[in-house]
């Protein structure tokens, strides 16, 4: 059996722009990526603390350490500058692997610094 599992989370960003006239994506600090572990054009969740949407979409690399939390394309219309989001990656694993599995979980200020891992 396979299990569907959360394999990181960054928790607390806050939307700093959003692009509607490009193709798609999210923008994040290489940073944030970096201590999440999640990869360019990796699939993310993105949950909306303002609205309580979710969208899924991938990941592209921002400015390491600029803070930037940018949703692209159709996702700009899902969340405004200033909104608070959820990230979160998933990973399949098998029944044994997902019994012992610990998420990465980073959690983020109000300018989307790393305050805990």
């Not at 490009?22 to 949950?47: F, K």
Request: glycine share 8%.
């Amino acid at each position: 059996m396979q299990r569907t599992m959360c394999k990181s989370k960054i928790h607390g960003a806050t939307i700093t722009e959003a692009n509607l006239k490009y193709m798609g994506s999210i923008t994040i600090d290489e940073d944030l990526l970096l201590a999440a572990d999640i990869l360019p054009y990796e699939r993310v969740q993105v949950v909306n603390l303002h609205n309580g949407s979710r969208v899924e979409t991938y990941c592209m690399t921002g400015g390491k350490g600029s803070g930037t939390i940018c949703l692209n394309g159709p996702a700009a219309r899902w969340g405004q500058p200033g909104d608070t989001i959820l990230i979160i990656s998933y990973v399949t694993m098998d029944s044994k692997e997902a019994k012992i599995h610990k998420p990465k979980i980073i959690f983020v200020d109000e300018k989307n610094r790393i305050k805990e891992r």
